[in-house]
């Protein structure tokens, strides 16, 4: 880092899952991710048997890029996906690095040293049509409409915005980070 320069990345700190689970008041796989079930599978399978029908052949609805086909204890075939957890979502936004430190033997006493970035920059289309709400676009444009000119930002310009987060694009975004490889947690990805 050069003289004088501030690094926007905080430096790393230390949690264990169930402490940061704790800080930001949520359970820990909501940190994580999880697989969860398809419930189009699901319901097919409970309407076949309340019919009195063999349930149906395990085939993926096709709705997630990624799914897992397998039986479960009762051997009954699940089908399940990925649900991104907080810590894999601020990684790929380049909000946070993330560091994670397993212990053998004991996979829930790992420990996490996190960075976390403090600049934030305008929101792209591709973030903003993540909204589930229809209110919130109209927010997010209303706010674009006002403070969009303090930074020579129209709605037209904004539009043309392809790229799915700014945060790397920032200057000084390498300057004071300690991790580069993103947080993944979902055990079907390669």
């Not at 075939?77 to 430190?101: A, D, N």
């Not at 300690?178 to 079907?188: D, H, K, Q, T």
């Amino acid at each position: 880092m050069k003289t004088g320069e501030i690094p926007y990345w905080t430096p790393p700190r230390k949690f264990s899952y169930r402490q940061l689970a704790a800080v930001l008041r949520c359970g820990r796989k909501t940190l994580t991710g999880r697989l969860v079930p398809c419930w189009t599978y699901e319901r097919q399978k409970r309407t076949a048997l309340e019919q009195g029908q063999s349930p149906p052949p395990p085939t993926c609805c096709g709705k997630y890029e990624q799914h897992l086909m397998a039986p479960n204890h009762h051997n009954e075939y699940i089908c399940s996906h990925w649900q991104e957890g907080l810590l894999e979502k601020l990684s790929r936004e380049g909000l946070i690095g993330v560091k994670e430190h397993k212990t053998p033997g004991k996979p829930r006493a790992a420990e996490l040293r996190i960075q976390t970035w403090r600049l934030l920059p305008i929101l792209t289309p591709v973030q903003v049509e993540t909204f589930p709400r229809e209110i919130d676009r109209l927010k997010h444009r209303h706010w674009l409409e006002r403070y969009g000119p303090q930074v020579n930002l129209t709605g037209p310009a904004w539009e043309k915005i392809t790229a799915s987060t700014l945060v790397p694009l920032l200057p000084g975004y390498d300057t004071g980070r300690e991790f580069f490889e993103a947080y993944c947690n979902n055990p079907l990805v390669d």
